[in-house]
C-alpha cells in the first residue's frame, strides 16, 4: 500500500509524503502507481518551474519515498501572495484528486493530511 501524508499549517497545505508501493500490479504494469509517480513529478516541477519556487523533496531511489516540501506555499517564506495560493492550490489539488483515487483503489492507496508546523 502508498500511503501519502499531506502537510499543512494553519489549514494551508505545503508539502507530502508518499511511503511504499501501491501492490496493485507488479512494478512495471502497476497502473496506480505510474498515475501516482506521474503526478507527484507534475507537482514538482510546476512548483519549480511554472511558479520559480524552490521544492525541497527527497525521492529514495531504493524505496521510492518522496517528500516534498514547498516552503514557497506558507506566507513567513515567500512575500507573493499569488505565488503563495498557486502553490498551495497545487498541492490542495493534489490531496483531493488522491482522495478520489482512494474511492476505488482503498486496497493500495491511503490518504490523510496533517496539520504540521513547519521549522525555520
Known amino acids: 500500500m502508498t ?3 499531506f502537510y499543512k499549517s494553519n489549514g ?6 508518499e511511503k511504499g508501493h501501491t501492490g496493485y500490479e507488479e512494478a512495471g504494469r502497476d497502473i496506480l502507481c505510474s498515475a501516482i509517480s506521474a ?3 507534475l507537482i514538482i516541477n510546476a512548483i519549480e518551474v ?6 525541497d523533496y527527497i525521492i529514495d531511489e ?3 519515498d518522496i517528500k516534498l516540501i514547498a516552503r514557497g506555499a506558507l506566507e513567513r517564506f515567500e512575500s ?4 503563495r495560493y498557486a502553490i498551495a492550490g497545487l498541492i490542495l489539488a493534489y490531496y483531493e484528486q488522491l482522495r478520489e483515487l482512494t474511492e476505488e483503489y482503498y486496497e ?5 493530511a496533517v496539520e504540521r508546523e513547519l521549522a525555520e
Open 12 to 17: 494551508v497545505f505545503y508539502g507530502f509524503e
Open 80 to 83: 507573493d501572495e499569488k505565488k
Open 39 to 41: 503526478m507527484t513529478m
Open 3 to 5: 500511503r501519502i501524508t
Open 108 to 112: 493500495y492507496l491511503s490518504v490523510e
Open 50 to 55: 511554472s511558479y520559480g519556487s524552490d521544492a
Open 62 to 64: 531504493e524505496t521510492t
